[in-house]
């Protein structure tokens, strides 16, 4: 009997044992489906079929709850991040597009970088250098001798001239003679390098500067005559024009007392020590400094030949009846073109220049003391003009 009684409790037993198994088993069954559904309509279901079957296992009312909550905090988790993941996504693929195009373009800047490395290295700077100094050593030949060429043409030297043009007047020079290269500068100058569009952007040029605003309808006369061949008018015109822009630099950079009178030295003076006082190989400062006191203000004596052909005192006073002609008007206005670049980069800052003129007449007045203390006669004696 007692064994037949163990054997049935234990039988119970066996049964209690297999019910609480497969309620167990139920219940992991259960979680596993709540950590593995990710779709909303499943969450849906998840939670309803999770309550039921948590109720049937009869799990205690806290655990449902919880179980509720973390499910519901893992939807609104999946609803709040959805926006952005499809926000971001479109900005991710066009991201990615430009990662590739840029590693595409680094890719070519590091090929255009090894060509440039290959060309550099293929490249003499040491012969290039040699070519670029040989270059600048026969531009500045070319230029020294054109200078000197140019002068003894009588013709006032001007910045805009190029340098094969320089080389063709000394080629000509040496093996055709003065008077040839003389004859074909003047045509070459007239016809070609000065001609309609290059004098009318000159005359431009002196319109936009302020202070020459008093003189411009007399200018742009003296172009507009010169480009109808009103040369007898032209002439005198810019021969005056020249001494006034001048004598007005002379005043307002203060080169002499506001009562003091000026004269040839003052002028000479101005213009040798400031406003044309660049001696480098490639400024015709001096040349034009030469040109204006010897052929512009040369002396002349009545009744005698003249011996400038653009002497300003001889064409003014009536001496000198045959000055209107084309060439002579082109010097006029090349002449006047050269002083009003120096004069306008000198009133950019007109007090600098004052200083400057101040220390250059310092200078020339101890070299005076020297040269009187030496007993030596000064350089520039001038006979005084008869008119």
């Not at 988790?77 to 900005?91: D, M």
């Not at 430009?98 to 550099?120: C, D, H, P």
Request: glycine share 6%.
């Amino acid at each position: 009997m007692e064994e037949k009684e163990r054997r049935e409790l234990t039988a119970r037993d066996e049964e209690q044992l297999e019910e609480i198994e497969m309620k167990e088993a139920r219940k992991h069954e259960v979680l596993d489906e709540l950590e593995g559904n990710k779709e909303d309509a499943g969450q849906e279901k998840m939670s309803n079929g999770t309550e039921a079957m948590i109720r049937s296992v009869t799990i205690p009312d806290e655990l449902v709850e919880s179980l509720k909550q973390i499910a519901a905090v893992r939807e609104r988790a999946v609803q709040a991040i959805l926006p952005a993941i499809q926000a971001i996504s479109p900005v991710a693929q066009a991201l990615s597009k430009q990662i590739l195009a840029m590693s595409s373009f680094f890719e070519s800047i590091g090929a255009i970088g090894q060509r440039i490395q290959e060309t550099l290295d293929s490249f003499d700077f040491k012969e290039r250098l040699i070519s670029l100094r040989e270059w600048a050593k026969e531009a500045e030949e070319t230029t020294l001798s054109f200078k000197t060429i140019v002068v003894e043409l009588g013709f006032p030297p001007h910045n805009f001239m190029p340098m094969y043009s320089r080389q063709r007047v000394i080629q000509l020079y040496e093996e055709k003679g003065i008077e040839y290269t003389k004859r074909f500068l003047e045509r070459y100058m007239c016809m070609f390098v000065y001609d309609k569009e290059t004098l009318i952007e000159m005359c431009n040029s002196w319109q936009r500067a302020e202070w020459l605003e008093k003189r411009s309808s007399i200018i742009n006369t003296v172009i507009e005559g010169h480009l109808n061949g009103y040369y007898r008018l032209t002439v005198p015109a810019m021969l005056a024009q020249i001494e006034g822009v001048l004598v007005e630099g002379i005043l307002k950079l203060e080169a002499v007392a506001p009562d003091e009178r000026i004269q040839y030295e003052h002028q000479k003076s101005f213009l040798g020590q400031f406003l044309l006082g660049d001696k480098g190989s490639f400024s015709f400062d001096e040349q034009i400094e030469e040109f204006y006191l010897n052929t512009v203000l040369a002396n002349f004596d009545r009744g005698k030949e003249v011996e400038s052909d653009l002497s300003r005192h001889a064409i003014l006073h009536g001496e000198d009846v045959s000055y209107g002609t084309k060439i002579n008007s082109l010097k006029g206005i090349l002449i006047f073109d050269y002083l009003f670049d120096k004069l306008n980069d000198a009133y950019k800052d007109i007090e600098e220049s004052k200083l400057e003129i101040k220390r250059q007449k310092e200078i020339a007045q101890s070299k005076k003391r020297t040269r009187n203390a030496s007993g030596k006669k000064s350089k520039g004696y001038r006979k005084k003009s008869n008119g």
